[in-house]
């Protein structure tokens, strides 16, 4: 389920409809809806979907973790803990936070702004186009506003022709 910027649900939309200005229209992942159609997120579905996603590599980071790009560049990624995504109770790093792209500023404020997502983003991120989950937090999506994330994720790091490949062959999918 999708949410535009301002919050009015605006139903299902297609990937093409869930990015940002560029693609269609700013949209907010409505967490904490699911059914036994639409289970929640897991961290095997972050796997499978980012690799799912045409062009796809994965490189490994400094600890072996996954990094998965289109083009030589990063759209999903799991994050080493660091200081700056920390348990506000215990101090403690967060050892299990995901990274996303997204396509604008506006988008990654409609993330993290909407109390109703586990995204959140921290100073480290300021100016940057990304959210942050903690994979512990992924059940509060479904597998549909996942694979969602992960689609609008790739479309703002691929290259113009990939983009543009990709959406016809949903619109040709989905028209028929």
Known sequence: MLLSAAGALSGSPGPAQSMGSEHGGSAVYAGGVSNAED??????????LALAMPHVKVVHGTADNPVYQVGGKSFVFFRN?????????????????IVFWVESEADKQALVQDETTPFFTTAHFNGHPSVLVRAGRLGELTRTELAEVIQDAWLSR???SRRTAWLRAQSKSTSV
């Open 39 to 48: 289970p929640p997120a897991r961290v095997d579905d972050v796997h499978e």
């Open 81 to 97: 803990p660091r200081p700056d995504a920390v348990d506000p109770d215990t101090g403690e790093r967060y050892p299990d936070v």
């Open 158 to 160: 691929a290259s113009p």
